[in-house]
């Protein structure tokens, strides 16, 4: 059937347009964008209308890296319960982590987690194939099965690859198949705890790991991107050191590109001042120049695309002292909330913003859509940039809560999310 969303503000990110009027689609497909003043909602016979009640529209969000625990690790999160997050968040495609027990490192695994996500039929859950058997950084684990059986990239996950030469091998075999590798960076011989090496850890007496942590790993991987020709993507990048190298790698034509987490976007490393397990990320939130580099390098094209990490955590994970709880956070629900904040803050510019969120991933990922046109998929979110909430326990749709933004107030949040043409969420009652 044919369906109109009207009296909305679109953004098409890919084209720097933006304008009011409605978009129709059939079949999955966009059909038609008009422009169309606000308020103006009509009822053509054979159309369904749906009214957007002002809000802007946008091309649904693609995330590159979060966890959704399957298999294994159940008890924090499944493929549905992140699958109904990452819906309430404006996300129709989610790349998830290799590190789940077991690892995602052989064609088997991979369709598990395909089917698993076809059952749930929310999200396009897209897994990330593992470098390494069992991610030990020995054995290369089989990337060309994983690869016929739908990997998009692969990715040792958070595990830091030690053996260089071993990277490089997995590095040069995965071109064979055109899959990007996905690279989070520190080195693990620099780093001595999960807080940033400043003022705040020193005061407070935390354990703490520095800036170079992050630089040596991040110059190794350009390096190898360099010598190999591996498309190399370097996830949730930290400080203004990491942009620098980043900046030049860029400069020189190599094929490397990188990512942000929002919550590095807005936190900075007095979120851990109080000792709370809730703040406690990995990479840890750094300094307040750091951040602003991070911002820069968003605005001047150094940083690509923005993913969310969401890494769910149990209570018996996180209620502990600041030293024995684990890292991670739940955030698929609040990337959007955080980033129209910094744009209300006039600290980014929201086109940069959505661009980071739809266009940047799927080109990496070798995906069609993230423009609001005729022939584009009708895979679309529906912003209220408005809405006032509180984040709470109950207000978060994936099982895990943990989150340092908990008790904060938001404007903005998302209104409904279409994949395909189909509504796999509406927060608006009698949608």
């Not at 692969?154 to 064979?176: H, K, P, Q, W």
């Not at 590798?181 to 940033?196: F, K, N, R």
């Not at 120049?289 to 820069?296: E, G």
């Not at 940047?360 to 584009?376: E, I, K, Q, T, W």
């Amino acid at each position: 059937m044919r369906t109109r969303l009207a009296n909305c503000e679109i953004l098409d990110p890919e084209k720097g347009k933006r304008f009011w009027g409605y978009v129709e689609w059939e079949n999955g497909v966009i059909i038609a964008v008009k422009r169309a003043g606000p308020g103006m909602v009509d009822e053509p016979d054979g159309v369904e209308v749906i009214d957007g009640r002002g809000h802007l529209l946008v091309p649904s969000f693609v995330d590159l890296y979060a966890d959704f625990c399957e298999p294994g690790n159940e008890h924090r999160e499944d493929v549905a319960s992140g699958s109904a997050a990452a819906a309430a968040g404006g996300y129709t495609t989610v790349c998830v982590r290799p590190d789940t027990s077991p690892t995602i490192d052989g064609a088997d695994t991979v369709r598990f987690v395909l089917e698993r996500a076809a059952a749930c039929g929310k999200v396009d859950v897209r897994p990330l194939g593992a470098l390494s058997k069992n991610l030990a950084g020995e054995t290369m684990a089989e990337i060309g099965e994983m690869a016929e059986a739908g990997v998009p990239a692969i990715s040792e996950g958070d595990t830091y690859v030690a053996r260089t030469g071993f990277l490089r091998r997995c590095m040069e075999y995965g071109t064979n198949f055109r899959l990007p590798i996905l690279l989070t960076s520190e080195d693990p011989t620099l780093a001595s705890g999960m807080a940033h090496e400043g003022y705040v850890a020193t005061i407070r007496g935390l354990k703490a790991t520095p800036v170079a942590a992050e630089e040596a790993a991040v110059a190794r991987h350009v390096a190898l991107a360099e010598l190999t020709g591996a498309r190399t993507h370097l996830l949730k990048i930290t400080s203004a050191a990491a942009v620098r190298i980043i900046k030049d790698a860029k400069r020189r034509g190599l094929p490397v590109t990188a990512s942000v987490t929002a919550h590095h976007l807005a936190l900075t490393e007095t979120s851990v001042a109080d000792w709370s397990p809730a703040a406690k990320v990995w990479p840890p939130c750094r300094s307040e120049a750091d951040r602003k580099a991070l911002l820069a390098g968003l605005a001047d094209g150094t940083i690509d695309a923005i993913v969310s990490d969401h890494a769910p955590r149990a209570i018996e994970d996180k209620e502990l002292e600041f030293d024995l709880a684990v890292p991670g956070a739940s955030t698929l629900e609040l990337v959007w909330p955080i980033l129209n904040r910094l744009v209300g803050t006039q600290e980014l510019d929201l086109t940069t913003a959505i661009r980071a969120l739809t266009v940047a991933p799927r080109r990496l990922l070798g995906m069609a859509g993230g423009s609001v046109a005729v022939g584009a998929p009708a895979d679309l979110v529906l912003l209220d940039r408005a809405a006032t909430w509180m984040v709470d326990a109950v207000s978060l749709a994936s099982r895990s809560k943990s989150s340092p933004f908990l008790g904060t107030t938001f404007a903005g949040r998302t209104d409904m999310t279409l994949r395909g043409g189909r509504v796999t969420f509406a927060r608006t009652s009698g949608r």
